[in-house]
């Protein structure tokens, strides 16, 4: 045996181990996480994200490199203004709608830190019912309530989460625009702009199906409550709520075009009762 052949032969159980080490490694590392996220994310007043070293920079180190290993683009690019909102408001969205839910607020948060796929951070719909039927709601009419102010805030919420989203996303096509008519000095400026155009995407995509797993949530609760403590005007307000709430969503699955919110409103307004107004036939004489 050479000596070259001797090193190469020396140095592949070397390099194999050093690999097997490092994932033996992140594995762990990823495990710690995975049981430190099971508090979820911290909030404060009016429920917002409050700061965080495990949930804003632990984790997030964690779930950049598990997205690598998926092979998902990953961007180091620092973020624009209009992206770290587009992230803060979209966390509004996307986390359960019950706050204390830890089951799918530890979904959402290892999504929202790419330890698990985005659009995988899917909160389990039958949790909301659970909830309402808690000791926390003394009133049987309170539960319907809470549907109602629950889905009329998301809808709320919509079209601010929508405007800084148009806003990011025309920034990405000048991004793309300046990419194909500017030579690029390193391979890691091509990859972290394609990589950052393609995180911003996933994430509008996310809130969307988000959106509509809260519908479902709201709607199997109504359902459910219904039959357990049924009642006799509060029925219509929830629906109604949840009926506006729908139209907003289609507007976030869309990729937030406004046209769908224009063409929803002209549907809203017609009306069969001015249908051929001042064309009636004069009536008959007998």
């Not at 706050?99 to 607020?105: H, S």
């Not at 405007?163 to 096509?173: H, P, S, W």
């Given at each position: 045996m050479g000596i070259g052949e001797a090193v190469q032969s020396g140095s592949t159980p070397s390099l194999a181990r050093r690999r097997g080490t490092q994932q033996k490694a992140f594995l762990a590392t990823l495990l710690l996480v995975a049981v430190l996220a099971g508090c979820t994310r911290p909030t404060g007043d009016f429920d917002r994200a409050r700061p965080s070293v495990v949930h804003d920079d632990l984790m997030p180190a964690v779930g950049n490199e598990a997205a690598r290993l998926r092979g998902d683009p990953v961007s180091k690019f620092n973020y624009t203004n209009d992206e770290k909102l587009l992230r803060k408001r979209?966390?509004?969205l996307i986390r359960p709608p019950w706050?204390?839910?830890?089951?799918?607020?530890t979904m959402v948060e290892l999504s929202r830190t790419r330890v698990l796929p985005e659009t995988e951070g899917r909160v389990p719909p039958d949790l909301y019912l659970i909830y309402l039927r808690s000791d926390k709601f003394q009133s049987s009419d309170a539960r319907y309530d809470k549907i109602a102010a629950d889905a009329k805030g998301d809808a709320e919420l919509v079209m601010p989460f929508c405007?800084?989203?148009?806003?990011?996303?025309?920034?990405?096509?000048e991004r793309l625009r300046v990419l194909k008519s500017k030579p690029v000095t390193t391979e890691e400026t091509y990859d972290g702009a394609k990589a950052r155009v393609w995180e911003n995407r996933v994430m509008i995509k996310w809130v969307g199906?988000?959106?509509?797993?809260r519908i479902i949530a709201y709607k199997k609760a109504l359902d459910g409550l219904e039959i357990e403590t049924p009642t006799r005007d509060r029925v219509w307000k929830v629906n109604n709520a949840i009926r506006e709430l729908e139209g907003q969503v289609r507007i976030a699955e869309s990729g937030c075009d406004l046209s769908k919110r224009r063409v929803q409103d002209q549907t809203v307004k017609r009306s069969r009762i001015f249908t051929g107004w001042s064309t009636e036939r004069a009536p008959v004489q007998k």
């Open positions: 979209g966390w509004t706050t204390k839910d830890w089951i799918g607020g405007e800084v989203a148009l806003r990011v996303q025309k920034a990405d096509n199906q988000a959106l509509r797993y």
